[in-house]
């Protein structure tokens, strides 16, 4: 079954800033005009 818990800590903005490689994943989604950046 599908978590929330699970999915915010490992695909949650709050985590992504963290990491250097998350900010990266941030950018290139936002350059790339998501309407949503993460979950």
């Known amino acids: 079954q599908p ?3 699970k ?4 695909h949650g903005f709050r985590i992504r800033t ?8 941030l ?3 936002r350059k790339k005009g998501r309407q949503k950046l993460t979950v």
Do not use: D, E, L, W
């Not at 963290?18 to 994943?25: F, T």
């Open 27 to 29: 950018n290139r989604r």
């Open 18 to 25: 963290r990491a250097k490689s998350g900010r990266k994943i």
């Open 7 to 10: 999915r915010r800590k490992t």
């Open 3 to 5: 978590k929330k818990r």
